[in-house]
Nanobody, 115 residues
Framework: QVQLVESGGGLVQPGGSLRLSCAAS????????MSWYRQAPGKERELVAS???????GYADSVKGRFTISRDNAKNTVYLQMNSLKPEDTAVYYC?????????WGQGTQVTVSS
């Protein structure tokens, strides 16, 4: 059974940091490109960051220089380190695994940036 379970969300003040984790099971994690998406209320889901099987990374312009995606294939886990958080980063964050046409999504974790 394929599972992606996000954790690490919560309430943080502007300028603060959070680290999200996404634990994968039920598929060969190291073979999948992994991504983080987010969806704010009333908005489309957007790609935040991605990491390939070889470790190449990419970021949305809005988070470049503040967020870092990484993966640990030994732990079947992908991370999103978020620094210098802004209120506009408030959203539900989802991780996704992709291999060709196969896409697996987690259930999401809420991140709220507010004073």
């Amino acid at each position: 059974q394929v599972q992606l379970v996000e954790s690490g969300g919560g309430l943080v003040q502007p300028g603060g940091s959070l680290r999200l984790s996404c634990a994968a099971s039920g598929f060969t994690f190291s073979s999948y490109h992994m991504s983080w998406y987010r969806q704010a209320p009333g908005k489309e889901r957007e790609l935040v960051a991605s990491i390939t099987t070889s470790g190449s990374t990419g970021y949305a312009d809005s988070v470049k220089g503040r967020f870092t995606i990484s993966r640990d294939n030994a732990k079947n886990t992908v991370y999103l380190q978020m620094n210098s958080l802004k209120p506009e980063d408030t959203a539900v964050y989802y991780c996704k695994g992709r291999l060709q046409s196969l896409n697996y999504w987690g259930q999401g974790t809420q991140v709220t940036v507010s004073s």
